[in-house]
Every structure is written in structure tokens, then in C-alpha cells.
């Protein structure tokens, strides 16, 4: 769930020194579980407590976005990608099983570029779906889960990792983010549901942004262990229209090791 910063050149880091740089930052100061985490190894030491959110059914979808390469570590998606720049690009996990010549032909045209490149067939992403308590509509970044009638909701990430092929019968991305009204609540009307029983945890908001602090916001997570095959073609036509005004990857933030920034996961 991106609440991200980004860091000049100098001050690059690798992932090592930063999780030592968020321990130092963090200890003794109370903040509650953070994320990413790895979702095979429940083990965490962290005693800062708060109710789980409700079921995504009966909250509002507030936000979609998505990061190059998993955040989370876990189930399908644990090779690593690298240390990446320090500032969340080129690190996090890639989906482990193998493609087809044909899934990973290039595309014609590029897809969802920015200035640290756009997606390729054979790419990873995970991708959240971010509710809250508040009555609030779907729209941009964290802001469109707060309201002025409720400045500390309760927030749910719903996250799926998905791989990107050259394929047009995979998964249609735009189907996948569709957005409408049931029962009363904004809704991501096609989150998978065959993608294995979702580890849920009590976390944080994520992004490079929280490499060297910690995030003050608390997250109930649900993290799907299986990765979904997903149409490229159809991620790019999302990029180029929707109400989040996304239109590239977000970077990842540092999978968080400490067991004293970690949940214990039941």
C-alpha cells in the first residue's frame, strides 16, 4: 500500500543498512507491525495491538495501485530481484514458475513507461486493493481512504500478485480493477477468489517512502499465496485510463525482517 517518498542519489543505501537504519529509528518510539513481511514465517514480536478491519464486503474500496515486483514474500513469489537503488526500484520478489516462449514475447508498444521503466512480459507485480471504514469514493493515493468525518480509519489491503504475459486469453486487468456499488459499499467487483487461502496479518501501510522509518498507519493485510496470469495489453489500457489516476509501478519497500517491527501471525 504506497505512501511513497523518494530519496536523492546520495543517499542510496543497500536494503541491509536501511532495515538497520529503521531499527534504530523505530526502537523504543511504539510503533505498531509493519509491512512487507514474508507471509511463509509468521513468527513477530511486536506488542502494539488493534482490531482486525472488517471483511472487504463492508467497507469501501477507497484505492487501487500496484508495485513492480511483490513487496510480500511468500507462496509463489520468493525470488529475489535484487538490491535494487535503494530507493525501491529494481528489488522485491518475482513469481517463481515458468512462462511459455510465447508469454514472454515483447510487446509492440510500451506499457505503463516512467522514468525507471515501463513493464514487460515476464514481470511481476502486486497489486492492492485498499479499503477503508470511512464513507468515502474510490480515487487517488492514501488521501481518498481519509475523510473529514473520520481521520483514523480502519484500513484493509486486499492483495493479489500477479505475473504480466503476451497472451490475450490470460486475465483482462481492466476486469480485474473493476469498480461498482454492492450492498451499499464501493467494491472491487472481481477479486480473485482462486488464488489460494489469503494470509492475513496485522501490518502497515508500505512503499520505499517507510525504508528507513516506520509507517504510523495500521493495516489489516490479506495477501493472496498463489500468482495470477495477467494480459499485459490489458494492464497498459489500464494505465492509460483510471479513476486513481495511476499510470506507472510503484517501487517496493524493504521486506521488514525485525521481529520487533512484525506481527505474530495466528
Not at 532495515?19 to 506488542?47: M, V
Not at 473520520?150 to 490475450?168: A, G, S
Not at 520505499?208 to 493495516?219: D, I, T
Request: glycine share 12%; proline share 7%; charged share 15%.
Amino acid at each position: 500500500m504506497a505512501n511513497q517518498q523518494s530519496a536523492t542519489p546520495t543517499e542510496t543505501k543497500t536494503p541491509d543498512q536501511q532495515r538497520q537504519q529503521l531499527a534504530s529509528n523505530t526502537q523504543g518510539k511504539g510503533f505498531g507491525p509493519q509491512s512487507p513481511r514474508d507471509i511463509d514465517n509468521g513468527t513477530g514480536n511486536n506488542a502494539i495491538q488493534f482490531g482486525p478491519a472488517p471483511a472487504f464486503t463492508q467497507m469501501n474500496l477507497c484505492n487501487i495501485h500496484f508495485h513492480k515486483n511483490a513487496e510480500h514474500k511468500g507462496g509463489e513469489f520468493t525470488r529475489y530481484a535484487g538490491d535494487g537503488d535503494g530507493q525501491g526500484f529494481g528489488t522485491g520478489y518475482q513469481y517463481t514458475g515458468q512462462l511459455s516462449a510465447a508469454e514472454l514475447a515483447p510487446t509492440t508498444q510500451p506499457v505503463c513507461p516512467s522514468t525507471h521503466g515501463g513493464l514487460v512480459p515476464g514481470d511481476t507485480i502486486e497489486l492492492h486493493y485498499v479499503h477503508s471504514t470511512a464513507q468515502v469514493r474510490p480515487g487517488p493515493t492514501l488521501g481518498a481512504c481519509l475523510s473529514d468525518a473520520i481521520k483514523n480509519p480502519q484500513l484493509r489491503v486486499e492483495t493479489q500478485v500477479y505475473v504480466l504475459v503476451n497472451d490475450d486469453s490470460a486475465a483482462d486487468f481492466t476486469e480485474l480493477t473493476a469498480i461498482g456499488e454492492r450492498n451499499g459499499y464501493h467494491q472491487a467487483l472481481n477479486i480473485p477468489s482462486d488464488t489460494g487461502i489469503p494470509v492475513q496479518y496485522a501490518g502497515s501501510t508500505t512503499g520505499p517512502g517507510y525504508n528507513e522509518k516506520g509507517s504510523p498507519f495500521q493495516v489489516s493485510w490479506s495477501v493472496r499465496p498463489e500468482v495470477k496470469k495477467v494480459n499485459i495489453e490489458s494492464v497498459g489500457r489500464w494505465c492509460g485510463n483510471n479513476v486513481f489516476n495511476e499510470d506507472h509501478a510503484h517501487g517496493v519497500r524493504n521486506l521488514v525482517t525485525n521481529p520487533e517491527l512484525l506481527s505474530n501471525i495466528q
